[in-house]
């Protein structure tokens, strides 16, 4: 058992039905993507989309299933799921697929599944946890950096700053900070609470890497409490090949060890 590849279940984004459209008319879609998929996979994991529940199969059957969650990017977190109403109509994110996600990191939390999140990954996590959102980052926040661009989309980068202490300055050997990619224009408020920063952006200080490590447990032993672990960069979009951007590996890494030593407990 402790040798078999670990299983991953991957969160879906969401196409909904729409009667206008050309393929699947009126019928929702759920999809993985393909960068996600095969980042996950790098290290041999088999990955699996997590579909929603139906009167048969339920979310938790297929947590039961899984070694670690994986949350990728996507669609705007509603404003509704933090408490708030959308300040414009294009910002009313997807509250059917925050419903979804956060069933799916309670699950997880409860039965101790190690949880990764990126980009939206990060703000569901924040939302379902009891933190906020800034709805646009350049509306809410003054004198911010432009953190999406559909121009350059994933070649949009900027340098983050690491918390002192944090587990990104050990996983990345000891580094300061680094240039990662940037495709969101949402990001934390509030903080939830519980959670640590781990990064954030050097030029206007926005939450770019959060952490759940509560005042009461014991940072140095991971198995001791729930791994739950968020940034808001791509990693799966940035090329392993550029020496000038972070390594796209260190949190996955990470992820994949914690995962690993949790499923042998679990299993002895």
């Not at 939302?127 to 509306?139: E, L, V």
């Not at 090329?239 to 796209?248: G, R």
């Amino acid at each position: 058992m402790s040798d078999r590849p670990l299983r991953l279940g991957i969160s879906a984004c969401f196409f909904h039905a729409d009667s206008e459209r050309a393929i699947f008319k009126g019928k929702t879609l759920l999809y993985v993507e393909e960068s996600m998929a095969h980042w996950a996979m790098t290290r041999g994991s088999f990955v699996f989309l997590i579909p929603t529940s139906n009167q048969t199969v339920s979310l938790a059957s297929y947590i039961d299933e899984i070694d670690g969650l994986v949350l990728q990017g996507g669609s705007d977190v509603a404003p509704e799921s933090y408490g708030e109403t959308p300040l414009k109509p294009e910002w009313k994110g997807d509250r059917i697929r925050d419903i979804y996600e956060r069933e799916l990191i309670k699950l997880c939390f409860e039965k101790d599944i190690p949880i990764l999140g990126a980009c939206r990954g990060q703000q569901i996590i924040n939302a379902a946890f009891g933190g906020t959102m800034y709805q646009d980052i350049n509306t809410q926040v003054e004198g911010t950096l432009v953190h999406r661009s559909w121009d350059i989309y994933d070649q949009n980068f900027h340098d983050i700053r690491f918390t002192e202490g944090s587990l990104l300055h050990k996983l990345h050997q000891g580094k300061i900070g680094g240039t990662v990619n940037s495709v969101h224009h949402q990001s934390i408020k509030d903080l939830a609470p519980g959670f640590r920063v781990e990064a954030v952006s050097t030029e206007d200080d926005i939450i770019e890497a959060i952490r759940y490590l509560p005042e009461d447990v014991d940072a140095s032993d991971p198995l001791s409490f729930p791994y739950v672990y968020a940034v808001q960069w791509h990693p799966e979009f940035q090329d392993p090949t550029d020496h000038n951007l972070l390594s796209p590996y260190a949190e996955l890494d990470d992820f994949l060890a914690v995962a690993k030593a949790k499923r042998n407990r679990r299993n002895q």
